[in-house]
Nanobody
Framework: QVQLLEFGGGSVQTGGSVRLSCTFS????????MGWFRQVPGKEREGVAS????????YYAPSVEGRALISQDGTKNTMYLQLNDLKPEDTAMYYC??????????????????WGQGTQVTVSP
């Protein structure tokens, strides 16, 4: 099974920025859907952003639209999430995910067939 490892989380003050990275243990086609999710204890996992090159779109949740940028580097087998103007509400465990196949029926979020173990982002007021 492909392993995903997130890096870049930490404690940040309100208004700051984080840049998260997700590295795959083996090659994953970067044209498949890849994305970021986050979760707060006691709440459902929330989709944050996705990038689907084959499908020709990027997606951002309304809560981060205008503040987030998802990108990828297929040669490094890595994808990234830049999140600016952080708010306390952004505090969560952030997970990266990817699809191992391409799908024709995706609209916003990836199906999420492989997942990382998460990196914590804590935003202090």
């Amino acid at each position: 099974q492909v392993q995903l490892l997130e890096f870049g989380g930490g404690s940040v003050q309100t208004g700051g920025s984080v840049r998260l990275s997700c590295t795959f243990s083996e090659y994953v086609d970067s044209s498949n859907c890849m994305g970021w999710f986050r979760q707060v204890p006691g709440k459902e996992r929330e989709g944050v952003a996705s990038i689907y090159t084959r499908g020709g779109y990027t997606y951002y949740a309304p809560s981060v639209e205008g503040r987030a940028l998802i990108s990828q580097d297929g040669t490094k087998n890595t994808m990234y999430l830049q999140l600016n103007d952080l708010k306390p509400e952004d505090t969560a465990m952030y997970y990266c995910a990817a699809d191992l196949k391409y799908y024709t029926d995706l609209i916003s979020l990836c199906k999420g067939e492989v997942w990382g173990q998460g990196t914590q982002v804590t935003v202090s007021p």
